[in-house]
């Protein structure tokens, strides 16, 4: 099946600096990869959907400002969250997808702790 | 607006009991369906997906069919083990948007 990877898989960082995620889809090409944010107990929250080559697409209340995506490469897309707060702890999960209409495979998650 | 909603949980079993998790869907379209399974401390693996009508996924035991005529993809296992104890996400594809929208997640706990 697809692999996605994703790293780190756990940081810990203080409040105010800036945190990158990465997201690779090891075995296909991804045109779109996706950004969620899982609270515990919780579904999943969509925060951008990004595509090779162009600006990510934000869900409402995003602060795209705040959660940078970059989608390099067909490949590749990072997630920074910068001068990050508190607040911005969470379980952070993308996932990638050939093309529109085949199933989005998933990374393991990285889990973010702001002191 | 398009939309999943799953029974809630948590779901306690007793190992070989038989599981059904209900799920129920809203949608415009035609979805395709799909069942995510997400292990403690871990991403979401796809378990299982269906995308028309009848059409019955199955996976490592596990098996939900598409039934457009009540809307639902319920997941069910005939012997559930203490290894599938995890988070059960029920998801649709939205068509138009082409986005996952996610039911809220059951947790299945089972029991030797």
């Known amino acids: 099946g697809a692999v996605v990877s994703q790293h780190p898989s756990r940081v810990i960082c203080k409040s105010g600096t800036s945190v990158k995620i990465e997201c690779r889809s090891l075995?296909?090409?991804?045109?779109?990869m996706f950004w969620y944010r899982q609270f515990p107990k919780q579904s999943l929250m969509l925060m951008a959907t990004s595509n090779e080559g162009s600006k990510a697409t934000y869900e409402q209340g995003v602060e795209k400002d705040k959660f940078l995506i970059n989608h390099a490469s067909l490949t590749l897309s990072t997630l920074t969250v910068t001068s990050a707060h508190p607040e911005d702890s969470s379980f952070y999960i993308c996932?990638?997808?050939?093309?529109?209409?085949?199933?989005?495979?998933f990374g393991p998650g990285t889990r973010l702790t702001v002191l | 607006g398009d939309s999943v909603t799953q029974m809630e949980g948590p779901v306690t079993l007793s190992e070989e009991a038989f599981l059904t998790i209900n799920c129920t869907y809203t949608a415009t379209g035609y979805p395709s369906l799909f069942w995510y399974v997400q292990y403690p401390g871990e991403g979401l693996q796809l378990l299982l997906k269906a995308t028309k009508a009848d059409d019955k996924g199955s996976n490592k035991g596990f098996e939900a069919t598409y039934r457009k005529e009540t809307t639902s993809f319920h997941l069910e296992k005939g012997s559930v083990q203490v290894s599938d104890s995890a988070v059960y996400f029920c998801?649709?594809?939205?068509?138009?948007?082409?986005?996952?929208?996610f039911g809220q997640g059951t947790t299945l706990q089972v029991k030797p």
């Open positions: 075995d296909f090409q991804a045109t779109t």
């Open positions: 996932s990638a997808r050939f093309s529109s209409g085949n199933p989005e495979f």
């Open positions: 998801a649709m594809d939205s068509g138009n948007t082409g986005k996952l929208i």
